[in-house]
């Protein structure tokens, strides 16, 4: 296997060489040159305007099709695969503080059906062309409030007992919190943007939460969602969502993997559960929270998924063709490697001396990342196992996360490339009641965003 292997990196160098070349050559065909993908998606998430959008587009060219049959023809297929495409992007979709649509289905909380359903419900445009009649696009929405609807499940709003102490208050026609700017990370060092999500969570600065998916009658939920987002331009047009009288907050710091939670005053959480009427503020979903309008439209969903891509993605899993526990997939989000059973000294962020060979193979296949596509990062996740110590496994996670990073910047990657998250025992891919799953638990997983 390594001799194949070794073999055919070999020949794939001489081939590129070769085609460096070829452009000089008199004669040289252009069917040799690498061809443009014959469909692509671009996808954005509208969290003011509640939609997400996709444009699935065709190369008429790439695709041997011809006018005048080549829109017809070109709309069918198109129609076709566009459920698949659409999927792959609204995967990413970020549904809480830890979790995207594809972890959902990953954990079933929701099905590949309801997905699919959601793909179906939403509303596909009329087919046009652009770029001299070369590209053939046809345009797709969907409401978020249709694909947040498929988690709303509970039959009752639930509201938390009283834990605050008495505050003067009085009734309010709604809910404004102000997240604008860099706020604190709650449990980090570090300041950064509050990001739009389905279903945020609003806690108080005691980690008290307030507000949550179940706390909002269920049939408002499905239909208005859980919060309103905007900017503070677009904050006079929901009187409708909060009144003409509504108790302004401002965010203390945010929360979660995903920075979507939000932390208020404990002083302010007094002012909300302090009175019936604005417990029932909650219940109705009368918030709007506003935040920087740079972040209520999110356009970098998905990769670029052309020829350099996929070449990319090769010479990747040949790298760690042999590797037990190193496993390669091309993920929604990009390529993403998963190395299983990372061996650690017990509770701590130290790699053990085994870890040496993984660690070189790593920092080989991103140094490779990098030849190809100059301006690539990396995205760096920790996850533990789940013994029953939540906020020692979340730390943990953080530690071992950026203890990779140190240890590729070792190797001679530049740390800029990298950002790093911990999701400590949350995300399981194995049994954690045995021994071998929680091995596999302990892993940390790197996605690989070609800016391409």
């Given at each position: 296997?390594?001799?194949?292997?070794?073999?055919?990196?070999?020949?794939?160098?001489?081939?590129?060489?070769?085609?460096?070349?070829c452009p000089f050559?008199?004669?040289?065909?252009?069917?040799?040159?690498?061809?443009?993908?014959?469909?692509?998606?671009?996808?954005?998430?509208?969290?003011?305007?509640?939609?997400?959008?996709?444009?699935?587009?065709?190369?008429?060219?790439?695709?041997?099709?011809?006018?005048?049959?080549?829109?017809?023809?070109?709309?069918?297929?198109?129609?076709?695969?566009?459920?698949?495409?659409?999927?792959?992007?609204?995967?990413?979709?970020?549904?809480?503080?830890?979790?995207?649509?594809?972890?959902?289905?990953?954990?079933?909380?929701?099905?590949?059906?309801?997905?699919?359903?959601?793909?179906?419900?939403?509303?596909?445009?009329?087919?046009?062309?652009?770029?001299?009649?070369?590209?053939?696009?046809?345009?797709?929405?969907?409401?978020?409030?249709?694909?947040?609807?498929?988690?709303?499940?509970?039959?009752?709003?639930?509201?938390?007992?009283?834990?605050?102490?008495?505050?003067?208050?009085?009734?309010?026609?709604?809910?404004?919190?102000?997240?604008?700017?860099?706020?604190?990370?709650?449990?980090?060092?570090?300041?950064?943007?509050?990001?739009?999500?389905?279903?945020?969570?609003?806690?108080?600065?005691?980690?008290?939460?307030?507000?949550?998916?179940?706390?909002?009658?269920?049939?408002?939920?499905?239909?208005?969602?859980?919060?309103?987002?905007?900017?503070?331009?677009?904050?006079?047009?929901?009187?409708?969502?909060?009144?003409?009288?509504?108790?302004?907050?401002?965010?203390?710091?945010?929360?979660?993997?995903?920075?979507?939670?939000?932390?208020?005053?404990?002083?302010?959480?007094?002012?909300?559960?302090?009175?019936?009427?604005?417990?029932?503020?909650?219940?109705?979903?009368?918030?709007?929270?506003?935040?920087?309008?740079?972040?209520?439209?999110?356009?970098?969903?998905?990769?670029?998924?052309?020829?350099?891509?996929?070449?990319a993605f090769s010479?990747?899993?040949?790298?760690?063709?042999?590797?037990?526990?190193?496993?390669?997939?091309?993920?929604?989000?990009?390529?993403?490697?998963?190395?299983?059973?990372?061996?650690?000294?017990?509770?701590?962020?130290?790699?053990?001396?085994?870890?040496?060979?993984?660690?070189?193979?790593?920092?080989?296949?991103?140094?490779?990342?990098?030849?190809?596509?100059?301006?690539?990062?990396?995205?760096?996740?920790?996850?533990?196992?789940?013994?029953?110590?939540?906020?020692?496994?979340?730390?943990?996670?953080?530690?071992?996360?950026?203890?990779?990073?140190?240890?590729?910047?070792?190797?001679?990657?530049?740390?800029?490339?990298?950002?790093?998250?911990g999701f400590g025992?949350?995300?399981?891919?194995?049994?954690?009641?045995?021994?071998?799953?929680?091995?596999?638990?302990?892993?940390?997983?790197?996605?690989?965003?070609?800016?391409?």
């Amino acid at each position: 296997m390594y001799r194949k292997v070794q073999k055919n990196s070999v020949l794939k160098k001489i081939f590129f060489l070769f085609l460096s070349f070829c452009p000089f050559i008199p004669g040289f065909s252009e069917e040799f040159q690498v061809k443009e993908p014959v469909l692509t998606v671009k996808s954005s998430v509208q969290w003011e305007k509640g939609f997400f959008l996709s444009e699935t587009s065709m190369n008429i060219k790439a695709a041997g099709l011809t006018m005048p049959s080549a829109r017809g023809t070109g709309v069918e297929r198109i129609n076709m695969e566009l459920p698949l495409l659409v999927k792959e992007a609204l995967f990413t979709l970020p549904v809480d503080s830890s979790n995207t649509l594809e972890d959902a289905v990953a954990q079933g909380i929701i099905t590949l059906d309801q997905v699919a359903q959601i793909i179906s419900d939403g509303e596909t445009g009329a087919s046009y062309f652009k770029n001299n009649m070369e590209i053939l696009t046809i345009p797709h929405s969907t409401l978020l409030t249709n694909i947040g609807a498929v988690f709303i499940k509970h039959s009752t709003p639930y509201i938390q007992e009283s834990f605050l102490d008495y505050t003067p208050t009085r009734q309010y026609t709604g809910i404004i919190i102000d997240a604008r700017g860099t706020l604190p990370v709650h449990g980090e060092s570090v300041n950064e943007r509050l990001q739009p999500c389905l279903f945020p969570k609003i806690w108080d600065t005691n980690m008290n939460l307030i507000y949550e998916r179940n706390t909002v009658e269920p049939e408002t939920a499905k239909k208005f969602g859980l919060v309103q987002y905007t900017d503070i331009s677009g904050s006079k047009n929901y009187v409708n969502r909060v009144g003409k009288d509504p108790l302004r907050i401002t965010a203390r710091a945010i929360f979660g993997q995903n920075r979507t939670d939000i932390l208020i005053s404990r002083e302010d959480a007094q002012r909300i559960y302090g009175q019936e009427e604005n417990i029932n503020l909650l219940k109705q979903g009368k918030v709007l929270i506003i935040c920087d309008s740079e972040v209520l439209v999110n356009s970098s969903l998905t990769p670029k998924k052309d020829g350099l891509y996929y070449y990319a993605f090769s010479d990747i899993v040949e790298i760690f063709d042999e590797e037990e526990d190193i496993e390669v997939k091309d993920t929604a989000g990009g390529i993403r490697l998963y190395t299983y059973n990372v061996h650690f000294e017990p509770d701590t962020a130290v790699f053990l001396p085994e870890e040496e060979r993984r660690l070189n193979l790593i920092a080989e296949s991103l140094k490779k990342i990098i030849e190809i596509s100059p301006d690539s990062d990396f995205l760096v996740d920790g996850h533990t196992a789940s013994v029953g110590r939540p906020q020692d496994e979340l730390n943990l996670s953080y530690e071992r996360a950026n203890a990779m990073i140190d240890e590729m910047v070792k190797r001679g990657i530049d740390r800029s490339r990298f950002a790093f998250r911990g999701f400590g025992g949350t995300k399981p891919v194995a049994d954690n009641n045995t021994e071998s799953g929680r091995a596999k638990n302990r892993r940390v997983e790197i996605t690989i965003k070609l800016n391409n």
